[in-house]
Nanobody
Framework: QVQLVESGGGLVQAGGSLRLSCAASGRTFSSYKMAWFRQAPGKEREFVAAISRSGGSTYYADSVKGRFTISRDNAKNLVYLQMNSLKPEDTAVYYC?????????????????????WGQGTQVTVSS
């Protein structure tokens, strides 16, 4: 089992950058594929990015491709989301998620149901 704690959220102007971090407990962090999701007010939670256990594979939602970068440091049990060129529509609570299943098991890589472990979330607000 793993516990996830996000940090790094805050208020930023449009065009700015933020880096989110997700700290994982436990000694088996490298066994988990990891992902970031987000939920804007009044909207359903949506997929942002995912990274494989080794970090060798990544996948992004079209809305963030080219602006966001997901990465991980298995030695430090950390996963990151570097967010550049932020837009007001990126405003949301960002959640870190993890799962031990394979990279795209049952086609659930970009779906909430594909992840068992979730953090509490960190708020990102982008002002125009």
């Amino acid at each position: 089992q793993v516990q996830l704690v996000e940090s790094g959220g805050g208020l930023v102007q449009a065009g700015g950058s933020l880096r989110l971090s997700c700290a994982a407990s436990g000694r088996t962090f490298s066994s988990y594929k990891m992902a970031w999701f987000r939920q804007a007010p009044g909207k359903e939670r949506e997929f942002v990015a995912a990274i494989s256990r080794s970090g060798g594979s990544t996948y992004y939602a079209d809305s963030v491709k080219g602006r966001f970068t997901i990465s991980r440091d298995n030695a430090k049990n950390l996963v990151y989301l570097q967010m550049n060129s932020l837009k007001p529509e990126d405003t949301a609570v960002y959640y870190c998620a993890g799962d031990v299943t394979g990279w795209n098991t049952a086609g659930r890589l970009d779906r909430e149901v594909g992840y068992v472990y979730w953090g509490q979330g960190t708020q990102v607000t982008v002002s125009s």
